[in-house]
C-alpha cells in the first residue's frame, strides 16, 4: 500500500499507527540529518510528512504521541518523562462556531439546571489561550508535581521543567493544603520570532559549511510544547515560556462559589491570570465579549484560538458535571474557520465500514490557517451537487465538478471542507460529477435507502474495503484493542486470506502460527512479535459483553450504546434470547416507525429493547436486522463460539442504595430537571428506563404522574415522589 491513504478518511485506528509510523520516520529522518550529516530524504519530503503528521494530529488531538514529530526540534529527544496519573481528569471543551451555538449553549445549561429563560445566570468569558495545557500540584503551598494533559488521564511528569517557567511560583501562600492549578503554557510572539532566529544563529556555522538550515518551529504553541517537553530541563530554561492559571484540579478546600472567584484567588497566590476575562449576565453579553476579545487578537502578542465561556456559579458548575470528555458548564467559542481557494484535481470515493460511499476531494495544496490541505470532505453525493438532504438548494444549487476553483474551510480541528464553488473559472467543457451507483472496490450496486443520504455498497463482508474497514474497527481501542494488531497488520493479513472475518483472528495461531515458521518468516515479524501477537490474540479470548457488543461495527451501535445494552442485559446469551424473540415479534416485521411503534403493546421483546433508555429504535432495528441476516449472524456466532464473553455488571457504586436498580421517572420533577436527574442515578449505579414493566424496581413520581404510576401501582411496584427519592439517594 505505497499510496498514503488521505488524512480525512483515515479511521482511528489507523491514524494511530500512522502516527507512530511517521514518529518513527521523522525522528530516523531528523537524526540522520543531524548527526549522520546523511539526508534520507530531501526537506520537501520531511515537511510533507511532518505535515501529514499535524494534520493527523489536528484532527486526532487525544492520538498526540509524547514523542510527536510536531514536538521535536534537533534531534529527537530519548524517550524518558515518567507518567503521571491526574487526581482529577483533564479533560478538554466542546466547540461552539456561530452565536446561535453560544444561545444554544446556554439554552441547554439552564434547561439541564431548570432555570427560565430569564432567570439569573452568569458566565465568566475568557481567552482561549494557544498553547498546551499543564497542571501543577501544590501540597502545603509547595510545587510538588507538574503533568501535562497527556490523555486526559495520564499525562507525563515534566516537574523540572515546569519550575522554569515564568509565571509558576515554587511556593504559595495561604492556598489550600492539596491545590492542582491548571493552565495554558504558551510564548509569546516576540518570543518565538527571538527563538527561531537565536536556532538559526546557533547553525550559522553549520550553514556556511553547506549543510542543511536547521529545522525551526512552526508556530508559537509548537515552540511552547517543544520547550517544555524537553528531557534535560536546562534547554527549558533557556526558553522563555509563560503561563496563564485558568482552572484548577484536586483542591482541598473549595477556592471560591464562583469561577471568577477562584480565578482572583489563583491571581492573589501569584498566579497570572488573563486580564480581558469577564464575567457575563446574558448570551448577548458573551457575544459581546466574543467580538472585543477578537477585535484585540492581533494587538495581544501571544496566539488565541477563541473564547472560553464557563458557568460562574461553581454550584451549578458541579450539578452540570461532565459528558464523557467535555464539561456540560463550559464551551469554547472559536473563531471563525480560515478559508482559500485551490484546485479541485479529482474526486476519490471511498468505502467505509457500514459500506458508505463518501467523496473525498483531492486538492492541489494549500495552506489554509497554517496547515497545508490537500484533501477535503465533500460529504455525499447531494451536497456535489448542490442540493441538501431535503432537495433544497445549497451554494445556490451550484454543483462541484472535477477541475473547479473551490473554497476549503477549515475550523478548528475538524476535517476541511469545500465550501464553495468559483464557477465564473468553471472550464467551458467541464462534466458534472456522476456519483457511482456501484461500489468501486467490489463493483457490487450501492445503493441508497429512503431518507438516507450516503449511498452503500451492498456488498457485505464480500467488499474488500468493507470487510478491511470493519476488521480495523474489530481490533480498535474501543473494540478488541490487541496489542500489534493494527490497522496496518489488519491490511496486511487481510490481502494474504489470513484472516477475512474477526473469527480468523482466533484461528491465527492455529492455522498459521506451526511452529510459528510462517508468521516469523513474513517481513516485518520476528519470533519475538510473533509470539507477542499470538499471545495478545489470547489474551482477548475473554472480552466484555460491551466491547464484543461494539466490536461487531453494527451500524448505529456505538460505545455508548454498546455499555447501555450489556449493562441492562448483563449476558450476551440474555441480549440474544431477547433479540432472537424480538425478530419474531409484529414490531419487528413492520417497515415504518410508526407501525413499529403501534405493535409494542404485542411485541414484549421488541419493547424491552427499545425501552433501554438512550436505546433508540434506530439501533435496534439495525441490531435486530443484522442478527437475523443468516451470514451475518453465522459470523457473528463462529466469533462468539470463540470467545468468553463476560457479563457486565451494574456500574460499581459503593453504597449506594439503588445500585442495579432500574429507576423510572415520571410526572414533574420540581428540584432538577428529568436529565439531571437521570444522570445522578445512573452515576449512583441505577438503570434508568422509560416506561414501567415487571423489571422495575422503583419509580419516581411528580405532580401529573399518569399511566406509569398507575401501572406501577398494579404491578406492586415501589413508588417514591421526588422528595423520598432525594432522602433514598441521600441529596435532599
Ligand atoms: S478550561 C474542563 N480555559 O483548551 C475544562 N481551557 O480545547 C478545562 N484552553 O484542554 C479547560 N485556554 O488546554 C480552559 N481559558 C481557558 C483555556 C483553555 C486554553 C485549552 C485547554 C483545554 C483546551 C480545550
Request: charge should be negative.
Amino acid at each position: 500500500m505505497d499510496q498514503l491513504i488521505p488524512v480525512e478518511t483515515l479511521s482511528r485506528e489507523d491514524a494511530k499507527a500512522e502516527l507512530l509510523r511517521l514518529a518513527s520516520v521523522l525522528s530516523e529522518a531528523n537524526a540522520a540529518y543531524h548527526t549522520a550529516d546523511a539526508p534520507q530524504m530531501s526537506d520537501a519530503e520531511f515537511d510533507a510528512l511532518k505535515g501529514r503528521n499535524a494534520a493527523i494530529e489536528a484532527r486526532f488531538p487525544d492520538l498526540v504521541r509524547s514523542d510527536s514529530p510536531a514536538l521535536q526540534v534537533g534531534a529527537a529527544p530519548a524517550d524518558g518523562f515518567s507518567k503521571v496519573a491526574h487526581a482529577v481528569r483533564m479533560l478538554s471543551l466542546g466547540n461552539a462556531f456561530e452565536d446561535d451555538d453560544v444561545r444554544e449553549f446556554d439554552q441547554s445549561v439552564r434547561s439541564y439546571l431548570g432555570l427560565a429563560a430569564d432567570a439569573p445566570l452568569a458566565y465568566s468569558a475568557e481567552p482561549k489561550i494557544d498553547g498546551l495545557s499543564l497542571s501543577l500540584r501544590y501540597e502545603r503551598g509547595v510545587l510538588v508535581q507538574a503533568a501535562t494533559r497527556g490523555d486526559g488521564s495520564v499525562g507525563e511528569n515534566v516537574t523540572a521543567n515546569a519550575r522554569t517557567v515564568a509565571g509558576v511560583p515554587d511556593r504559595i501562600d495561604g492556598a489550600p493544603d492539596v491545590l492542582e492549578v491548571r493552565g495554558e503554557v504558551y510564548m509569546s510572539h516576540a518570543d518565538f520570532a527571538a527563538l527561531n532566529a537565536r536556532i538559526l544563529a546557533e547553525h550559522a556555522a553549520d550553514l556556511s559549511a553547506g549543510k542543511k538550515p536547521p529545522r525551526t518551529f512552526a508556530n508559537p504553541r509548537n515552540a511552547a510544547a517543544g520547550s517544555l517537553r524537553q528531557l534535560d530541563a536546562r534547554i527549558t530554561q533557556k526558553r522563555p515560556l509563560m503561563f496563564f492559571a485558568y482552572a484548577w484540579g484536586e483542591v482541598s478546600d473549595p477556592l471560591a462559589d464562583t469561577q471568577m472567584g477562584a480565578i482572583a484567588r489563583l491571581g492573589e497566590f501569584g498566579f497570572s491570570i488573563n486580564e480581558l476575562t469577564r464575567l457575563c449576565d446574558t448570551a448577548d453579553d458573551m457575544l459581546t465579549q466574543y467580538r472585543l476579545i477578537e477585535a484585540q487578537r492581533a494587538t495581544l502578542g501571544y496566539d488565541i484560538d477563541g473564547v472560553v465561556y464557563k458557568v460562574n456559579d461553581l454550584g451549578y458548575q458541579k450539578r452540570l458535571g461532565f459528558r464523557s470528555t467535555t464539561p456540560r458548564w463550559a464551551i469554547a467559542h472559536k473563531f471563525p474557520a480560515e478559508l482559500a481557494w485551490t484546485r479541485l484535481e479529482a474526486i476519490d470515493i471511498q468505502v467505509g465500514r457500514t459500506g458508505a460511499l463518501s467523496p473525498v476531494a483531492r486538492l492541489t495544496p494549500v495552506t489554509v490557517g497554517g496547515v497545508v490541505v490537500s484533501n477535503a470532505t465533500l460529504h455525499n453525493e447531494d451536497y456535489i451537487a448542490g442540493r441538501d438532504s431535503t432537495g433544497g438548494a445549497i451554494r445556490d444549487g451550484r454543483d462541484i465538478r472535477v477541475g473547479d476553483w473551490v473554497q476549503v474551510f477549515r475550523a478548528g480541528d475538524v476535517i476541511p471542507k469545500i465550501a464553495d464553488v468559483d464557477l465564473s473559472k468553471r472550464a467551458a467543457d467541464s462534466v458534472a460529477f456522476a456519483f457511482p451507483t456501484t461500489c468501486p472496490i467490489c463493483g457490487s450496486a450501492a445503493v441508497r435507502e429512503e431518507g438516507d443520504s450516503v449511498r452503500r455498497c451492498t456488498g457485505g463482508m464480500a467488499c474488500a474495503a468493507q470487510a478491511i474497514e470493519k476488521l480495523k474497527h474489530f481490533v480498535s481501542r474501543a473494540a478488541f484493542d490487541i496489542e500489534g494488531l493494527g490497522a496496518k497488520q489488519v491490511e496486511q493479513f487481510y490481502e494474504d486470506g489470513w484472516i477475512r472475518n474477526a473469527a480468523d483472528i482466533f484461528d491465527l495461531k492455529e492455522k498459521y502460527g506451526s511452529g510459528l515458521q510462517q508468521l516469523k518468516n513474513r517481513e516485518g515479524w520476528g519470533d519475538k512479535s510473533a509470539e507477542n501477537l499470538f499471545q495478545a490474540i489470547e489474551d482477548k479470548r475473554r472480552i466484555p459483553l460491551n466491547r464484543f457488543l461494539f466490536s461487531l461495527g453494527i451500524r448505529h451501535l456505538g460505545e455508548v450504546a454498546a455499555a447501555t445494552l450489556a449493562r441492562h442485559f448483563h449476558g450476551w446469551t440474555a441480549l440474544m434470547q431477547t433479540i432472537d424473540a424480538a425478530a419474531r415479534e409484529p414490531s419487528a416485521q413492520a417497515v415504518e416507525a410508526k407501525e413499529r411503534k403501534a405493535a409494542l403493546a404485542n411485541s414484549p421483546n421488541w419493547s424491552e429493547l427499545v425501552s433501554v433508555d438512550g436505546i433508540g429504535d434506530t439501533v435496534i432495528r439495525t441490531l435486530v436486522t443484522a442478527m437475523s441476516q443468516p451470514a451475518e449472524r453465522a459470523m457473528i456466532d463462529e466469533l462468539a463460539a470463540r470467545l468468553d464473553i463476560e457479563d457486565v455488571a451494574a456500574p460499581a457504586s459503593d453504597g449506594s442504595p439503588v445500585a442495579g436498580k432500574t429507576v423510572v421517572f415520571t410526572g414533574t420533577l420540581e428540584k432538577m430537571t428529568r436529565a439531571e436527574a437521570k444522570a445522578r442515578a445512573e452515576s449512583l449505579g441505577a438503570k434508568v428506563s422509560g416506561s414501567v414493566s415487571a423489571k422495575t424496581d422503583l419509580l419516581v413520581a411528580g405532580p401529573g404522574a399518569g399511566s406509569k404510576a398507575k401501572k406501577a401501582a398494579e404491578l406492586g411496584i415501589e413508588t417514591l415522589d421526588e422528595d423520598g427519592w432525594l432522602d433514598l439517594i441521600g441529596q435532599a
